[in-house]
């Protein structure tokens, strides 16, 4: 038997994986970009492009934009990721920028797939830029953010427990909430991240609330000294142990739903199908109709289940 050679691409059994876009950036002129979607006006004034706009002055572009090529224009490109920068490059004065060149047309793997920086890993980022000679100036203005900013941004997990900033290292809680935690002691501060944490809600509000319920002992000295004199103004410490219980229980419960879903959607899967083949039958759905209505009404209503009654969201 003849065989056909084996190819290049599965070699030993190894697929080739075929790469996304071109090894190497290619300049080109803004002019032959075309962008995929219109920008609003107010963008120009948001402050992620004034960053965008700032950070591109002070150390130049960082990330390049993504094109693919136009299939209908020669020495044209679609902008798949980069809208705001090449904006910012026109204002600039720029005429031509480096691209990454996609294989094909497919916005799945940039920026709106990726994870944002939390105020952790922010915070970290600026420490190390510190910690290298870069002044808090300059980096205030490649971010557009006052110098005091940044040196508060520095001093960030100042005053935050080791265990309570690694539960909170790569979480969307804004730098806000650490001033609160500040005011805690170590072992609240554990207990108000994991809240937190386990509650999926990191507002300001619900730490607010969080500090609010906290007694005496759990707060720092000074945060005690101030709030001396708004006493009056405060719900008892009944209530804020009240709270603080019904917040503990709320977290267990949401534990405990998180670990039994898996295995309560597949037995709703499993109920489903069955009961689907049994109210298929018209001489049983008759017979229940007759003799037992109520489990008719609930059999159907499980039959036409989508998804488990606590899975909806409020």
Not at 23 to 38: D, Y
Not at 49 to 68: F, N, R
Not at 133 to 139: M, N
Not at 291 to 308: G, V
Request: charged share 25%; hydrophobic share 40%.
């Amino acid at each position: 038997m003849n065989q056909n050679p084996p190819s290049p691409s599965s070699e030993h059994g190894i697929e080739k994986t075929k790469s996304a876009f071109l090894h190497q950036c290619t300049n080109v002129p803004i002019a032959n970009i075309i962008p995929l979607k219109s920008l609003r006006p107010a963008v120009k004034s948001s402050l992620k492009y004034m960053q965008i706009l700032a950070s591109i002055k002070e150390v130049g572009l960082i990330e390049p934009p993504a094109v693919v090529p136009d299939p209908n224009k020669q020495n044209h490109f679609l902008l798949l990721d980069g809208h705001l920068r090449i904006e910012a490059l026109k204002d600039l004065g720029s005429t031509a920028v480096d691209c990454i060149i996609a294989t094909d047309d497919d916005t799945y793997s940039y920026n709106k797939r990726i994870n944002r920086l939390a105020a952790v890993q922010d915070h970290k980022m600026i420490v190390n830029a510190i910690e290298r000679g870069v002044s808090a100036e300059r980096i205030g203005s490649a971010l557009d953010l006052s110098p005091e900013t940044v040196r508060q941004r520095f001093r960030l997990l100042d005053g935050i427990c080791a265990e309570a900033a690694e539960i909170l290292s790569d979480k969307p809680c804004p730098a806000h909430i650490f001033r609160i935690l500040k005011k805690m002691k170590p072992i609240r501060q554990i207990e108000a991240a994991e809240l937190m944490e386990g509650q999926r809600n990191y507002s300001l509000s619900f730490a607010t609330a969080i500090l609010a319920s906290t007694t005496a002992q759990h707060l720092v000295t000074e945060h005690n000294k101030k709030t001396r004199k708004s006493d009056d103004a405060l719900p008892s410490s009944d209530s804020m142990e009240r709270l603080e219980r019904e917040l503990a229980a709320l977290q267990t419960q949401n534990k405990a739903i998180e670990d039994s879903y898996g295995p309560d959607v597949l037995h709703l899967t499993v109920i489903r199908g069955y009961l689907g083949g049994v109210l298929s039958c018209a001489s049983i759905v008759n017979w229940l109709a007759k003799n037992q209505p109520d489990y008719l009404r609930e059999f159907q209503k499980i039959a036409e289940m989508s998804e488990l009654p606590f899975s909806k969201k409020n």
